[in-house]
């Protein structure tokens, strides 16, 4: 049963426009949030995170919301560049007690 | 210098054989973990280790041992290897000084099993 889904395989936007990614998880316990990234032939790097005291977290043009109530999270990339392009991975965890469990990916294409 | 590394970087390896993955890290960071990458189906945890006399089995760990033999370093095993077996792994470290944790990965191991 996946506690953490992200529910589009893939997405694709315009260059300069907004990037907005999809996560949702089943799990109240969950109290810290990850997005990671990852370019083929790396291994997924750390993107920006969320505590659960928090709704919204900012870092340049990475922005992540938190909504407990509904259990969902987004990422949002303004404005969206060709480097951009990449899987994005949610990931959550309780306080360190249990591995990060990953969603399974959207792979974001941003178009020139 | 990377913080994480992985060997082999890619490796092809015949059904039945023996294979090891081998991970170092040089962050200091006491928890340890291997995934593998399928295609649609993201990362999944195979075994973790959060100091070096801790294993524990993740979602996937059927086919798959580990051994933590310092801080720095956890070796994942296929001790017969099948083609399904076919895919990225992935090993990542984090503090477990943190509560909410970070896990950083090394660049990944592309195994082909024949």
Redesign the interface.
């Given at each position: 049963d996946q506690q953490v889904k992200?529910n589009s395989?893939s997405l694709s936007v315009q260059e300069g426009r907004i990037s907005i990614l999809n996560c949702d998880y089943t799990n109240s316990m969950f109290?810290?949030f990850?997005w990671?990234k990852k370019y083929p032939?790396?291994?997924?790097?750390?993107l920006i995170?969320i505590?659960s005291i928090k709704d919204k977290n900012e870092d340049g043009r990475f922005t992540v919301f938190l909504n407990k109530s509904a259990k969902h999270l987004s990422l949002h990339i303004v404005p969206s560049q060709p480097g951009d392009s990449a899987v994005y991975?949610c990931?959550a965890?309780n306080?360190?007690n249990t591995?990060?469990v990953?969603?399974?990916?959207t792979r974001l294409s941003v178009i020139a | 210098d990377a913080d994480v590394t992985q060997t082999p970087r890619n490796r092809i390896t015949k059904t039945g054989k023996r294979i090891m993955l081998e991970c170092s890290q040089t962050k200091g960071h006491d928890r340890m973990y291997w995934y593998r990458q399928d295609p649609g189906l993201g990362l999944r945890l195979i075994y973790y280790s959060f100091d070096v006399k801790d294993i524990n089995k993740g979602e996937i760990s059927d086919g798959y041992s580990v051994s933590r033999q310092a801080q720095a370093k956890f070796s994942l095993s296929l001790e017969s290897a099948i083609p399904n077996q076919t895919a990225l792994y992935f090993c990542a470290t984090s503090d477990a000084v943190q509560l909410q944790e970070t896990q950083y990965f090394g660049p990944g191991t592309r195994l082909l099993v024949l």
């Open positions: 992200q395989p109290d810290y990850l990671y032939a790396e291994g997924p790097t750390f995170s505590s991975f990931a965890s306080s360190g591995p990060l990953f969603g399974k990916g | -």
